[in-house]
């Protein structure tokens, strides 16, 4: 089975600032997809980002990007120049490549912004 | 294009009362799949349906708890003589296809308190 950590429940980043939330997972696959979510007090779950393991290059999207590592299994998410609307929990999750399989999340990481 | 309807937004139940929670994917979307979220954790996959039929229950308990996805109409979760361990919140995701290439789209979740 696949296993998703996030060894921090909480961490606090600066307006403008810049911060990186954790994230390891366990599989014996060697092809398959990773994603960060973010669910704001409105609980509602968005997709951030999405990488794809067979590609070496770090996914992007505009002030998120990520570091892959896929031998050492980590996929951490940076969020640069942090802004008061980022404040959410942020969830990895993994799902095998494949029809039909489901997503397998982490605890979560509560992040907090402050001006 | 409309997202992914769940209602109702929220539920209040007595023990032993049952509770159903509906879920209409988005348009074209044949696939969907449910996840449960307790208090403080991340969401852990239930049930994964297509139109008339169960593809994957291994993340649903086995007394109480099932899941339709009828040719019309919504996918309905029913959680028969319900518990309090059962308050959670309780997402619908959807996509076109099964393959993990195709992003899943959440709805914004019912919270499902039991009294």
């Known amino acids: 089975a696949q296993t998703v950590t996030q060894s921090q429940p909480e961490m606090s980043v600066q307006e403008a600032e810049t911060v990186t939330l954790s994230c390891t997972y366990d599989t014996s696959e060697s092809d398959y997809y990773l994603f960060w979510y973010k669910q704001p007090p409105s609980r509602q779950m968005i997709l951030v980002i999405r990488q794809e393991a067979y590609k070496q290059q770090n996914a992007t999207e505009n002030r998120f990007s990520v570091n892959f590592q896929k031998a050492a299994k980590s996929f951490s998410l940076k969020i640069s120049d942090s802004q008061l609307g980022d404040a959410a929990m942020y969830f990895c999750?993994?799902?095998?490549?494949?029809?039909?399989?489901?997503?397998?999340f982490g605890k979560g990481t509560s992040l907090l912004v402050t001006p | 294009n409309a997202g992914v309807m769940q209602n109702p937004r929220h539920l209040v139940r007595r023990r032993g009362q049952e509770a159903r929670l509906r879920c209409s994917p988005m348009?074209?979307?044949?696939?969907v799949y449910w996840y449960r979220q307790l208090p403080e954790e991340g969401l852990k996959f239930m049930v994964y349906l297509q139109k008339e039929n169960i593809i994957d229950e291994s993340g649903m308990p086995k007394e109480r708890f099932s899941a339709e996805f009828p040719k019309e109409g919504p996918s309905i979760l029913r959680i028969q003589q319900v518990v309090r361990g059962d308050s959670a919140a309780y997402f619908c995701?959807?996509?076109?296809?099964?393959?993990?290439?195709?992003?899943?789209?959440f709805g914004d979740g019912t919270r499902l308190s039991i009294l």
């Open positions: 995701a959807s996509s076109p296809g099964g393959d993990g290439n195709q992003p899943q789209h």
């Open positions: 999750a993994y799902r095998r490549r494949g029809s039909g399989y489901a997503l397998n």
């Open positions: 348009k074209g979307h044949s696939h």
